[in-house]
Every structure is written in C-alpha cells, then in structure tokens.
C-alpha cells in the first residue's frame, strides 16, 4: 500500500487514508471496477482475497479512515451490528 495516502498513527498504528473520502468517512479510491470502492476493502482483498457476501470489515480501531490490515476483521454482519450496538450503551451518560 505504499503508493497509496495514508499517515501513519504513532499511538494506535492507524494507517489513515488521506485522500478522498465518502460521505461517511471511509477513504475511496479507483480500484479498476468502473465505480470507486472503499480502500479498506480494497486493502483487504489485495492480500485476502475476495470478501465474500456474507461477510463485513469491521475496523477494531473505530476508525473508518484507516486501511491497516491489523486493525480489520472479517466478520458476520449480524456480528458487526452488535459490536456497533455494545459501544453506543458504553458511550451513554445517562439511563435512557
């Protein structure tokens, strides 16, 4: 990945992408597919190989900019959603 723009976190290892980035956060480049594809997911399948349908990155950093294989996981969607959901009631600072 060293052609791609990313910055290196000296803290947490985060490789941060610095170029263009979707509405969401995630970095975006031109992968050959007609139509811009996340960098993680690029970053991933260029030494994993395909991801296949069932299956989502999760970033354990938190951090949706960053392309560091380490930080990535494969896993189940359903999965995803629940990690998603611990870290919003750990982030609550009152009783809903």
């Known amino acids: 990945?060293?052609?791609?723009?990313?910055?290196?976190?000296p803290v947490f290892g985060c490789e941060?992408?610095?170029g263009k980035a979707d509405r969401d956060?995630?970095?975006i480049v031109w992968?050959?597919?007609g139509r811009p594809q996340r960098a993680h997911r690029v970053a991933w399948e260029r030494v994993h190989g395909?991801?296949?349908?069932?299956?989502?990155l999760?970033?354990?950093c938190r951090r949706r900019?960053?392309?560091?294989?380490?930080?990535?996981?494969l896993v189940t969607r359903s999965e995803n959603e629940?990690?998603?959901m611990f870290r919003r009631r750990v982030q609550r600072r009152t009783c809903p």
Not at 1 to 9: G, H, K, P, V
Not at 50 to 56: D, F, G, H, K, W
């Open 16 to 18: 941060l992408w610095q």
């Open 82 to 84: 629940r990690r998603k």
């Open 50 to 56: 395909p991801i296949a349908p069932a299956m989502e």
């Open 1 to 9: 990945m060293s052609q791609w723009q990313t910055r290196r976190d």
């Open 65 to 73: 900019a960053c392309v560091a294989l380490h930080h990535l996981e």
């Open 58 to 60: 999760d970033h354990l």
């Open 25 to 27: 956060g995630y970095g």
């Open 31 to 33: 992968a050959g597919r």
